[in-house]
């Protein structure tokens, strides 16, 4: 089976399931939005690029899955209400990327998969393990972060490690 843009895409959404939801910090969401501007400025990859657009479309989803929790909407349905939250996201942001021709241009792959789908794929995945990530040396140091700012630092230092490696096989 042939490993498509498409299927990617679609197939991303399904592992940020959270089963409950969890708060991302605005400041999150703000360094992510930075780094996407700061890197289109730049004119840098789309595979990095993508990182911080997928990066970007969880803290949105699940700020968005946070703000439903406290506002009790859609509480009985929560598994629903966030599936259809995390699609909203991912089609408000993925199908104008489509329907502008920036994912499926030909010659922009890597590997046989389109670059900017593929940073999208990742960027959203890390971001994911690096709330799990968090949240468990949280748990392990009596529900404390071990530094000031450690639920910022460790999605961007995440996210840079994979751009690192992103720039590393494109160069």
Excluded: H
């Excluded at 089609?91 to 792959?109: D, S």
């Amino acid at each position: 089976m042939k490993l498509t843009a498409k299927k990617l895409l679609l197939g991303a959404p399904l592992i940020l399931l959270p089963s409950a939801a969890q708060a991302i910090c605005p400041l999150c969401v703000i360094a992510v939005g930075a780094g996407l501007g700061l890197s289109e400025y730049l004119g840098i990859d789309d595979t990095i690029s993508g990182s911080w657009i997928g990066a970007l479309i969880v803290a949105m989803a699940w700020w968005n899955i946070n703000w439903f929790e406290s506002k009790k909407i859609w509480n009985d349905k929560r598994q629903m209400r966030n599936v259809l939250t995390i699609l909203a996201y991912y089609l408000l942001v993925v199908a104008p990327l489509f329907w502008q021709g920036l994912i499926g241009q030909p010659g922009k792959t890597i590997f046989g998969i389109d670059k900017l789908a593929l940073g999208i794929t990742v960027g959203s995945i890390v971001f994911v393990l690096s709330e799990i990530w968090y949240n468990k040396l949280k748990q392990k140091n009596n529900g404390r972060a071990l530094f000031p700012f450690q639920k910022v630092v460790t999605p961007i230092m995440n996210l840079a490690i994979v751009d690192l490696l992103f720039y590393l096989l494109i160069r």
